[in-house]
Nanobody
């Protein structure tokens, strides 16, 4: 089994920063893309940032220049550094990873449990 465990959410004032972490564990052969999504109340889940196994990154327009996604392949961990946060960034943030794992090396998309980020004005 593969698990993604997130940490780092919380309450912050507008203009502040937070750093999210997501560690993958279990029967892992390799990890392809890793990324972050978010879902605000009453809205659909949306892509925030993604990073490929080759460290290519892609960001939602709303977070470009403020958020940075990175990964540590040795630790099977992806990070999201969030700066200049504003109330519109308030959401549950979910980690996602495309992982090759298990006894037959199957490829699956896995999700973390979500971590709440709340930005007060």
């Amino acid at each position: 089994q593969v698990q993604l465990v997130e940490s780092g959410g919380g309450l912050v004032q507008a203009g502040g920063s937070l750093r999210l972490s997501c560690a993958a564990s279990g029967s892992i052969f390799s990890i392809n893309a890793m990324g972050w999504y978010r879902q605000a109340p009453g809205k659909q889940r949306e892509l925030v940032a993604v990073i490929s196994s080759g460290a290519r990154t892609n960001y939602a327009d709303s977070v470009k220049g403020r958020f940075t996604v990175s990964r540590d392949n040795a630790k099977n961990t992806v990070y999201l550094q969030m700066n200049s946060l504003n109330p519109e960034d308030t959401a549950v943030y979910y980690c996602n990873a495309v992982i090759v794992g298990g006894s037959i090396h199957s490829t699956r998309s896995y999700w973390g449990q979500g971590t709440q980020v709340t930005v007060s004005s």
